[in-house]
């Protein structure tokens, strides 16, 4: 890894659009002041690696709370912001890299970013939640700044138009982003068929020309491609969708229905979610079943992931390339290699189980802490941290896999152009906190009775009975680990 100053340094030629977050990072698109980057003075400062990329910034570390949970997200442990991109870095050269085909996973580079950008879009996400339009579960987090010093205006910097001073590059200390390839249709250099009119006609089947051709862009996460080693005999769920329908349950129907922001879209219903299992059958039609919930769930951000880079797309015409789009997705998906390769890792990485590895390791639940951190012969020794494979295992279950196609209608029918990545691959914290935090979760849905047919211990609702006040639960009933026992 380089030395830090000679990173490259965000330009201030772009604008930073707010794309979406997670509990760990916030992504933001790259829009080019009009349209281009301007000319480089030199070689060395050429900036076209910001071209098609995102800027994935680390959030601040959450403020821990005694009262949280066991079942509730871990909080991660402070350290440098810094740091932690260059371990993240270092874990994805060095663990991530050698088990796909580079063209299979998502590029990602550093970049650094000076202080008062990071300031400024604190500020803006202040305004979000004033103005009702952050999610309710994101707020009150913002974005890290680097405990570290790092000058921005040393001679071995890039040139990128952010020079030093307090107005244009920040108060001499930077913070390390991500400079992520850009997998939604905005990126493709051919944009969105220029008009609603044009783009209509070309899902409806009309001969087109090359200009006419529609980039779409979907996105899901395989989570668990093969069912828990915990699971217990005759499971009839599978850990995702037994673990679902737990949260489901907790959170209440009225709550599930309930948006995260006064302005999103209503949070999806049972639709929308699929079973992984169904997604690596080797039946067809069972992976077209979990390809409709996919595309359904993508519906909203087809043809349009930023309305002010691409335009709205009409609703009939993310309809039609929805139709148009299933069969197709369906065969492509159908025993696709690297999801073939994700579930081939799950199941090798992770043979035991997280109950039988944490009681190997010999680490305890929270409330084990607790008692140990009282005691009277003084702190208790670390805790054993848990393997690399399994850490690797649980990163796999928790990544993203990106699709992008160009889709070409015309006389002779639908032609679609595939590219496929995976994304969200930071390597899991090695901790113990977290292995009591996936005991925990495990504990719950095998005391729930959450990966048979109901919840809560007793059996719980069956697929199929009536209920509209539980229809969402009940419907993942219909998610067999052992499938195959009746007809599909």
């Not at 909080?75 to 085909?101: G, T, W, Y």
């Not at 040139?159 to 249709?185: K, N, P």
């Not at 032609?415 to 390597?427: F, I, P």
Request: a neutral charge.
């Amino acid at each position: 890894m380089p030395a830090l100053d000679t990173l490259r340094l965000l330009p201030r030629h772009v604008e930073l659009q707010y794309l979406g977050e997670g509990a760990a990072n916030i992504v933001y698109r790259i829009v080019l002041t009009g349209g281009r980057l301007p000319a480089p003075s030199s070689p060395s400062a050429d900036l076209s690696c910001f071209e098609n990329r995102l800027l994935r910034l680390r959030k601040q570390q959450p403020p821990s709370s005694s009262s949280s949970s066991s079942t509730s997200s871990p909080p991660r442990a402070a350290e440098n912001v810094n740091e932690d991109i260059l371990r993240l870095l270092h874990a994805s050269a060095a663990v991530i890299a050698p088990l796909f085909p580079a063209e299979s996973v998502l590029a990602q580079d550093p970049v650094r970013v000076p202080a008062h950008v990071i300031a400024a879009l604190n500020a803006r996400l202040r305004d979000a939640e004033a103005n009702e339009t952050r999610p309710r579960a994101r707020r009150g987090v913002y974005l890290a700044f680097s405990s570290s010093s790092m000058s921005l205006s040393s001679p071995s910097c890039v040139e990128s138009g952010g020079g030093g001073g307090e107005g244009g590059g920040g108060g001499g200390r930077a913070t390390l982003g991500l400079l992520v390839m850009d997998m939604t249709s905005a990126a493709y250099p051919r944009r969105i068929a220029a008009s609603a009119a044009r783009a209509t006609a070309a899902a409806a089947g009309a001969v087109n020309d090359d200009d006419d051709n529609v980039v779409i862009a979907i996105e899901f996460k395989p989570k668990w491609l093969v069912q828990s080693p915990s699971a217990p005999p005759g499971a009839r769920r599978c850990r995702t969708c037994a673990l679902r329908a737990q949260r489901m349950a907790k959170e209440g129907a009225g709550q599930m229905k309930t948006s995260a922001s006064a302005s999103a879209p209503a949070p999806p219903s049972s639709a929308f979610f699929f079973c992984p299992l169904d997604l690596m059958s080797d039946d067809q039609p069972r992976v077209r079943v979990a390809v409709d919930a996919i595309l359904a769930a993508n519906q909203a951000r087809l043809l349009s992931p930023t309305t002010a880079v691409t335009g709205a797309a009409p609703t009939s015409l993310r309809s039609a390339v929805v139709a148009h789009l299933a069969e197709p997705l369906t065969t492509y998906l159908h025993h696709h290699p690297l999801l073939q390769r994700l579930r081939q890792l799950q199941q090798t990485l992770d043979p035991l189980g997280i109950l039988r590895l944490v009681d190997s390791c010999h680490l305890h639940s929270d409330s084990d802490s607790d008692s140990h951190s009282h005691s009277q012969l003084g702190p208790p020794s670390p805790a054993p941290s848990l393997p690399d494979a399994f850490l690797l295992a649980m990163t796999l279950r928790d990544c993203t896999f990106f699709i992008r196609a160009r889709v070409q209608t015309g006389a002779t029918g639908v032609t679609v152009a595939w590219e496929a990545r995976l994304g969200d691959l930071d390597l899991k914290s090695p901790h113990a906190g977290k292995g009591a935090y996936w005991r925990a979760l495990e504990d719950g849905l095998l005391r729930g009775g959450w990966y048979l047919d109901g919840g809560d211990g007793d059996g719980g609702r069956r697929a199929g009975d009536d209920d509209d006040d539980d229809d969402e639960t009940a419907a993942q009933g219909a998610c067999f680990a052992l499938r195959e026992a009746r007809p599909p």
